[in-house]
């Protein structure tokens, strides 16, 4: 007899043999090989803002154009930015319908998560459906979901939302990580790295989307942190399926995972923080964020590189958050690199702004992208291994070890 309508999809369980001795086999057996990136997808909201234009933008929709100290020192922060344009899912549109997210500590959570647990995991499912087509797979295949934003809370979260928007099954398992900061895109690879690997045939989608309608609010000379975030953050989503032992003819690895690990810097708690309100998130930077991850980050990738036979870092590719342009000129000059290696990161500052999350992800795709034009020998821009880094709240350095495959 069919079950009835709507009654939950029941898992096939299977008894283990006879435990020997007390201990019981494994039941779900692993993978043989590295988990791989087997394809990337990316998608921005479809509205563009010229960073040239934007404080007047900004000052004007806010109600804030006499401000004209304020605007001045927001004016310095976009001209050093090193961003060209943003993409925002909050167009002017929907910002003058919405008067208390343009407001600055108006009671407003409501009206930004009605806006954030709708787009999060729609952006995320366009992505997704473009990762989904390079890998080349179905759908009915993919096995988890590793889900990372910063973009609200809610239950059921844009885990179960993504897969519903993409028709996966319901047994379909998830992980949903809320409130990561700008190091989530590497520890949902990091995660997606465990569950392939110890999950024979699992193809995981790793999932990054970000909306800054939670944080968008208007300039106070209280709150100059503010200004910061305002001038950089912008919106997309980034999409990865990873899985282990690609099939041959079938699946094409874009990038092995080899090794995950992370850490934080003692005493820098209160370095970047996040607080939800009844007026939506605010966050907070300290200005010598650059120079304490420089001056750490070494000891700490000295002893990561160690995993693939200590290369130096100029032979190494280089996927870093694009957190701003002072992060990246600290760590290349701290660790002596040559401009180049964080031209990726640079590209995707440049073209969408700090995405939180999402931004590392996308930062590895231009450089695959970038590796393709120029006809590099991998998609490592020519080398054999790479950092994927994120950093973020705590202070915490997240990085993953990459080897890139041979561009085809």
């Known amino acids: 007899m069919a079950p009835p309508s709507g009654e939950i999809e029941a898992a096939v369980l299977h008894v283990p043999p006879q435990a020997v001795g007390g201990l019981v086999p494994r039941c779900q057996p692993r993978a043989d090989g590295p988990a791989c990136?087997?394809?990337?997808?990316?998608?921005?909201?479809?509205?563009?803002?010229?960073q040239e234009g934007y404080p007047d933008f900004f000052f004007n929709i806010t109600n804030c154009s006499e401000k004209d100290a304020l605007k001045a020192k927001f004016q310095r922060i976009c001209d050093k930015s090193g961003i060209r344009k943003r993409h925002l899912y909050l167009t002017e549109e929907i910002l003058k319908e919405n008067p208390g997210i343009r407001a600055y500590k108006e009671p407003s959570l409501n009206m930004r998560h009605d806006i954030t647990i709708v787009q999060v995991p729609k952006l995320a499912a366009e992505a997704a459906a473009n990762a989904i087509?390079?890998?080349?797979?179905?759908?009915?295949?993919?096995?988890?979901?590793?889900?990372?934003?910063?973009?609200?809370?809610?239950?059921?979260?844009?885990?179960?939302?993504?897969?519903?928007?993409?028709?996966?099954?319901?047994?379909?398992?998830?992980?949903?990580?809320?409130?990561?900061?700008?190091?989530?895109?590497?520890?949902?690879?990091?995660?997606?790295?465990?569950?392939?690997?110890?999950?024979?045939?699992?193809?995981v989608l790793a999932c990054c989307a970000e909306v800054t309608a939670v944080t968008y609010r208007a300039p106070h000379e209280e709150h100059l942190d503010g200004l910061i975030g305002s001038a950089l953050f912008g919106d997309g989503a980034a999409v990865y399926v990873v899985g282990s032992d690609p099939k041959p003819l079938v699946e094409k690895p874009l990038f092995e995972v080899l090794w995950a690990g992370e850490t934080f810097i003692p005493g820098t708690d209160n370095i970047i923080t996040g607080k939800l309100t009844e007026a939506g998130l605010f966050l907070k930077a300290d200005k010598e964020v650059p120079a304490l991850i420089s001056s750490n980050i070494g000891g700490f990738l000295n002893e990561v590189r160690k995993v693939i036979g200590s290369p130096s870092y100029n032979e190494m590719f280089w996927a870093v958050h694009p957190g701003g342009p002072a992060i990246l000129t600290k760590i290349e000059e701290k660790l002596s690199l040559t401009t180049d290696k964080m031209q990726g990161s640079r590209d995707v500052l440049s073209e969408y702004g700090n995405m939180s999350c999402a931004s590392v992800m996308f930062a590895l795709d231009r450089i695959r992208q970038r590796s393709v034009k120029m006809g590099a020998a991998t998609l490592g821009e020519g080398s054999e291994f790479g950092f994927f880094i994120g950093f973020g709240p705590g202070l915490t350095v997240e990085c993953l070890v990459l080897r890139a495959a041979p561009n085809a």
């Open 37 to 50: 990136v087997l394809g990337i997808g990316t998608t921005n909201p479809p509205t563009e803002f010229l």
């Open 133 to 203: 087509k390079e890998w080349g797979g179905r759908r009915s295949d993919i096995t988890h979901i590793v889900f990372a934003t910063t973009s609200g809370v809610n239950m059921p979260g844009a885990d179960l939302t993504i897969a519903k928007l993409l028709g996966l099954k319901p047994t379909v398992k998830r992980v949903m990580m809320y409130q990561t900061g700008c190091f989530g895109g590497a520890s949902a690879l990091r995660v997606a790295k465990d569950l392939a690997e110890n999950n024979a045939g699992a193809r």
